[in-house]
């Protein structure tokens, strides 16, 4: 039989954290097995599900890169067929209605709640003829759940767990409108979807066990389970907004690439010996479930920007200088042009090694946009002293005379300049990189002035130096 997993978020809000590690570990799984994955869209809460949390969704895992097989299945459409194996139960006496009133049901929790007891329906309308339902109300739908024996799930993750069917109520499958539940829809989209194994977080297990009753009294072959641990913060409590809980998009505008992300969320709460860097392919060809741990993952910030570091270094230099553009554009309030374009594919090879994200390296690329003088920072300007500038007023008579205008002869015509004055190499080398670049830090200068180009890097070295008289044409 094909493996075939699913992600079924419910769209009441972003794609958080969480929900894109359990899309991951699905998608993995069904990849691994050469099985398929399938997305379902838990609508059935229409009050809270709304259109931007669906196009967020689909939006989240487009851009990690977790593609699905088939169309997206909107659980709310399936609601005839849900309501049709909540009735099929019902005509097969495993299923009753009920007519206890919300308020005959909230005295019942009280009352057992100060009694000590655990709060469940008590089955009052269990086994009432069908005389005693009062014609002016409408009834809900539940199941008859067993009361003796105990119910097992043998889970992939958390070994085999029992409970007691005394401790499970019976549920609601349709309510008094006639509209399902979430519990009902779940399996029986699961099963008509053929889901053969169900990975998701292990605040699920509870579920799983009513769950279960449903699918044995249906006589269908449950899938296998797999509920993963939880992800918290770096102090071990559980993860919100401080710690990271934030939805996929923010990620993404954070200046994380998608490989990254995925490696990271591979790696809370699965592991493969002391591997750290498992590129996708890797990651396919090595996962399964029985890797996953069974205690709660931390996220680390630190841990995610380092690894996104060296995705960065690994990235192609076309593709970041397209991530990068239109960041640039929006910080600078135009359009790129060509020149800038240009400049940008060929210093990436600089800017990525001293960036973890995207975000620092459109604040390096600014060096590249724009022509004329570079605006100064406070370490840059007290670099360029009478004396450095005096060093660089001579320096740009001989860089303007250069004949090849590359890395290695811009640096070796300064080597020898520094050797003729006296001077270490940093005395010259430092306040070219203030005058060209603005800053007192950036990617190798040599590097910056050859992507520059002679004419660029003239005018902004003769600026610094009151002289504009040395000015070239590339």
Request: aromatic share 6%; with cysteine; glycine share 8%.
């Amino acid at each position: 039989m094909p493996v075939i997993t699913r992600f079924a978020p419910s769209p009441t809000g972003f794609l958080h954290i969480g929900g894109a590690r359990t899309a991951l570990f699905n998608w993995l799984f069904a990849k691994h097995h050469e099985g398929r994955f399938l997305l379902r869209i838990e609508d059935t809460d229409r009050a809270r599900s709304t259109q931007e949390a669906i196009a967020a969704i689909f939006d989240g895992l487009r851009w990690l890169g977790l593609d699905w097989d088939g169309e997206a299945v909107m659980q709310s459409s399936r609601a005839e067929r849900h309501a049709e194996v909540a009735k099929e139960l019902l005509r097969r006496g495993l299923a009753y209605r009920c007519y206890a009133t919300p308020g005959e049901l909230t005295a019942m929790r009280e009352e057992q709640r100060a009694a000590g007891r655990p709060m469940r329906y008590d089955g009052r309308w269990r086994d009432r003829p069908a005389s005693e339902a009062p014609a002016d109300r409408a009834p809900v739908i539940r199941l008859k759940a067993p009361t003796a024996g105990e119910t097992l799930i043998r889970d992939h993750v958390q070994g085999e767990v029992r409970i007691a069917n005394e401790q499970l109520d019976d549920m609601v499958l349709l309510r008094a409108d006639g509209t399902p539940t979430y519990m009902l829809s779940v399996v029986v989209d699961d099963h008509d979807m053929g889901i053969t194994h169900v990975i998701r977080g292990d605040d699920h297990l509870t579920n799983a066990f009513r769950q279960m009753q449903i699918y044995k009294l249906m006589e269908w072959t449950a899938p296998e389970f797999a509920h993963i641990p939880l992800i918290h913060g770096p102090d071990g409590a559980k993860l919100s907004k401080r710690h990271g809980a934030l939805g996929v998009e923010a990620y993404r505008d954070m200046g994380y690439l998608p490989e990254a992300m995925r490696n990271y969320l591979l790696r809370l709460g699965w592991s493969h010996g002391d591997e750290e860097i498992i590129d996708t392919d890797q990651a396919v060809a090595w996962f399964d479930l029985d890797a996953v741990g069974r205690s709660a993952a931390r996220f680390d910030f630190a841990k995610l920007t380092n690894l996104n570091g060296h995705y960065l270094r690994r990235a192609d230099d076309q593709r970041l200088a397209d991530l990068v553009a239109p960041r640039l554009e929006g910080a600078i309030g135009r359009a790129l042009i060509e020149e800038e374009r240009r400049r940008l594919i060929a210093g990436m090879g600089g800017l990525k090694e001293r960036a973890k994200t995207l975000l620092e390296l459109v604040e390096g690329a600014a060096i590249y946009v724009g022509h004329g003088p570079a605006r100064l920072d406070e370490k840059a300007a007290m670099l360029l002293t009478d004396e450095a500038r005096g060093y660089l007023a001579e320096i740009a008579e001989r860089l303007a005379a250069i004949a090849d205008w590359r890395k290695e002869h811009l640096e070796e015509l300064t080597r020898r300049y520094s050797e003729e004055r006296g001077i270490k190499l940093g005395k010259i080398a430092q306040p070219l990189r203030a005058a060209v670049t603005g800053m007192s830090v950036s990617p190798p200068i040599f590097e910056v002035m050859e992507v520059l180009g002679r004419s660029e890097t003239l005018v902004r070295i003769n600026d610094k130096t009151g002289n504009g008289a040395h000015d070239e044409k590339n």
